[in-house]
């Protein structure tokens, strides 16, 4: 029996190919590949066709098949923008989510920054990310083609402890609704964790 997931992102990719806005492939930044579209989600390799999201050759029915199908769902011919980046707290709409992001986006990393920053090169590769210039260090990834995240580390010293905050592009708002932005950086953050604990 289908899950709600399931269902959700097959009602998701059937909307969307049903109809399919010319050149597709180009506004959600994928690859064609035979009947499939390619392109990187959440640090993996996404495959889309009319029927199923799949993440490193799987079949995702979870949150994070269910967020790639709402961003190639909404994903429109607008470029992605980074700067000035957001905080989650300034997009209109954001504030009974607040508590909910800062804990599973943010507060989850802090006790991984020493790992994050070791092995910033691994999770940089994964996400097609870069360096930032903030904080300790920082990073810069694409949970999405469209959507930048970008992450501001400081290390733990003598009077403060270990923090991380994240920020989102510009125009994220516009390739994703708001509540699933707010779930895009916490899956973002469980795969960093998954990539530097092994």
């Known amino acids: 029996m289908a899950t709600n997931y399931e269902k959700i992102i097959s009602e998701n990719l059937s909307s969307l190919f049903s109809n399919p806005p010319p050149d597709l492939d180009k506004s959600i930044g994928a690859k064609k590949r035979g009947k499939a579209l390619a392109f990187h989600a959440f640090g993996q390799e996404c495959l889309i066709d009319p029927e199923n999201v799949t993440l490193a050759g799987i079949q995702s029915v979870d949150p994070r098949g269910l967020l790639v199908s709402l961003y190639v769902r909404h994903a429109g011919f607008e470029e992605i923008q980074l700067e000035p980046f957001k905080a989650f707290k300034d997009f209109p709409g954001s504030m009974p989510y607040q508590g909910a992001f800062s804990a599973n986006s943010e507060r989850v990393l802090i006790p991984h920054v020493p790992l994050i920053k070791e092995q910033a090169r691994t999770i940089k590769e994964a996400f097609g990310g870069e360096d930032g210039a903030m904080g300790d260090f920082s990073l810069i990834l694409y949970p999405l083609p469209k959507i930048a995240l970008y992450y501001i580390f400081y ?38 964790i998954q990539l530097v604990s092994g």
Do not use: R
Request: aromatic share 10%.
């Open 155 to 192: 290390l733990s010293d003598e009077e403060f402890p270990a923090s991380a905050t994240s920020l989102f592009s510009a125009n994220a708002l516009s390739f994703m609704p708001l509540d699933g932005l707010a779930d895009v950086a916490e899956y973002t953050s469980k795969e960093i």
